[in-house]
């Protein structure tokens, strides 16, 4: 049996997140209700998380839309410069000397 594509699997991983992240949102929410005297303890870690699960979800966008507009061939990384996406360029063997 096959494995789904890529980009059948990136949605996939997008979906999870985004459920995970309304699942984490709606049991903060519970626990200020079941005690409304508290704020919920949002800590430097769960924002860090938040954070990272936000700019894949937009790596991803930018991923499909650079495949679906371009015939060249991205990957997703961490850039200094803030870009979501960098282009690869493929190593072309020199050609071989004539004989």
């Keep these: 049996m096959a494995s789904p ?6 949605k996939n991983r997008v979906a999870i997140l985004s459920d995970l992240n309304k ?3 709606h049991l903060i929410h519970n626990s200020s209700m ?4 508290a704020r919920p ?8 998380h938040t954070e990272q699960q936000h700019i894949a979800a937009q790596q991803e ?9 371009s015939s ?3 990957i997703t990384q ?6 979501l996406i ?8 020199p050609p071989s000397p004539a004989e």
Excluded: C, I, M, Y
């Design 72 to 74: 060249g061939f991205f």
């Design 41 to 48: 303890a949002l800590n430097k870690s769960f924002r860090d």
């Design 5 to 10: 594509a890529p980009g059948v699997q990136n």
């Design 86 to 93: 960098l282009p690869v360029l493929p190593q072309l063997d």
């Design 34 to 37: 079941n005690n409304p005297g």
């Design 61 to 69: 966008a930018a991923l499909q839309h650079a495949h679906a507009h």
């Design 78 to 83: 961490d850039s200094s410069f803030g870009n």
């Design 23 to 25: 699942e984490t949102r």
